[in-house]
């Protein structure tokens, strides 16, 4: 469900590109040193925003690594940025994951998506006991989705509030002066991702008689699918950008913008730009 939080490197100065790399190599390797291999799989683009956007307004103190290079890249030199707040943007990776990992099981029966939830198992128990409102939060939400899914919701607003709600006690790092305007930012956020999410798979998920709350409208001949799903998830950026520009961030503000004012929209106009050549083909 997750990974449109992305960068748009074309828009991105070569210093800007090379610290984005240096925290996506700082996640990356910490991932690996807390459990090992099988941590790095977990890498996600979007708790690399979070890395970004908590260093940004709480500015700690920052290791920077020069010359560094991995067992996966060992011919590229590389920066790699870490600080305090690894830990806790690695054990939100591992929230997500392991939930996202069980849902798979639970919706289409991957056998190795519950291999490795199980192997996640002893990780997982460790970020829930060091972090029990986020970790209430994950579990929650992936209990309400179900009761939505299996009763056919068909509230696209209600369900994407589900991904909010989760998403913005994620981004609320600690209850301080700064934890509502991250929640709320996180809020919008989960909502556009629970409403891209749906966007993309939409036309899957009909062939394969899956749940969707956007179906009914896609099927709709009345309606303009792709004007109406447009129009919600830029509200839904929308608000979210609203939140991050009220909070006093400087520190990688260009990288942060970029993200959120054009790297979310990469998937989208992939997709449309894939369904209309589709459509094209059929006329």
Same mark, same amino acid.
């Given at each position: 469900?997750?990974?449109?939080?992305?960068?748009?490197?074309?828009?991105?100065?070569?210093?800007?590109? !090379?610290?984005?790399?240096?925290?996506?190599?700082?996640? %990356?390797?910490?991932?690996?040193?807390?459990?090992?291999?099988?941590?790095?799989?977990?890498?996600?683009?979007?708790?690399?925003?979070?890395?970004?956007?908590?260093?940004?307004?709480?500015?700690?103190?920052?290791?920077?690594?020069?010359?560094?290079?991995?067992?996966?890249?060992?011919?590229? !030199?590389?920066?790699?940025?870490?600080?305090?707040?690894?830990?806790?943007?690695?054990?939100?990776?591992?929230?997500?994951?392991?939930?996202?990992?069980?849902?798979?099981?639970?919706?289409?029966?991957?056998?190795?998506?519950?291999?490795?939830?199980?192997?996640?198992?002893?990780?997982?128990?460790?970020? !829930?006991?060091?972090?029990?409102?986020?970790?209430?939060?994950?579990?929650?939400?992936?209990?309400?989705?179900?009761?939505?899914?299996?009763?056919?919701?068909?509230?696209?607003?209600?369900?994407?509030?589900?991904?909010?709600?989760?998403?913005?006690?994620?981004?609320?790092? !600690?209850?301080?002066?700064?934890?509502?305007?991250?929640?709320?930012?996180?809020?919008?956020?989960?909502?556009?991702?629970?409403?891209?999410?749906?966007?993309?798979?939409?036309?899957?998920?009909?062939?394969?008689?899956?749940?969707?709350?956007?179906?009914?409208?896609?099927?709709?001949?009345?309606?303009?699918?792709?004007?109406? %799903?447009?129009?919600?998830?830029?509200?839904?950026?929308?608000?979210?950008?609203?939140?991050?520009?009220?909070?006093?961030?400087?520190?990688?503000?260009?990288?942060?913008?970029?993200?959120?004012?054009?790297?979310?929209?990469?998937?989208?106009?992939?997709?449309?730009?894939?369904?209309?050549?589709?459509?094209?083909?059929?006329?």
């Amino acid at each position: 469900m997750f990974g449109y939080v992305i960068v748009d490197r074309d828009s991105l100065s070569d210093e800007n590109k !090379k610290i984005y790399q240096a925290y996506y190599c700082g996640l %990356c390797q910490r991932l690996r040193t807390r459990y090992g291999a099988k941590g790095q799989l977990l890498l996600n683009y979007d708790i690399v925003f979070l890395q970004l956007l908590l260093t940004g307004l709480y500015e700690p103190k920052e290791q920077i690594r020069e010359n560094f290079s991995c067992h996966l890249h060992p011919f590229k !030199k590389r920066q790699l940025r870490e600080n305090e707040l690894l830990e806790y943007c690695s054990s939100m990776n591992v929230l997500l994951a392991y939930h996202n990992l069980q849902d798979d099981w639970h919706d289409n029966h991957n056998f190795i998506k519950h291999s490795y939830a199980k192997w996640l198992q002893k990780d997982y128990e460790q970020a !829930k006991h060091d972090y029990p409102r986020q970790a209430n939060a994950v579990e929650n939400y992936m209990k309400k989705l179900s009761g939505y899914e299996q009763s056919n919701e068909p509230n696209v607003d209600l369900v994407a509030g589900l991904t909010g709600e989760m998403l913005g006690e994620l981004f609320a790092y !600690k209850k301080d002066e700064w934890y509502d305007e991250l929640k709320n930012l996180g809020m919008f956020l989960g909502k556009f991702i629970y409403l891209m999410d749906a966007y993309e798979d939409v036309d899957r998920d009909i062939k394969h008689g899956r749940y969707n709350p956007l179906i009914a409208l896609r099927q709709d001949s009345s309606q303009n699918f792709e004007l109406i %799903c447009n129009l919600q998830m830029t509200t839904m950026i929308s608000e979210c950008a609203k939140s991050f520009e009220r909070l006093p961030i400087l520190l990688y503000s260009d990288i942060l913008r970029n993200i959120l004012y054009s790297g979310v929209w990469s998937k989208y106009h992939y997709i449309r730009r894939k369904r209309e050549k589709k459509q094209e083909g059929t006329l």
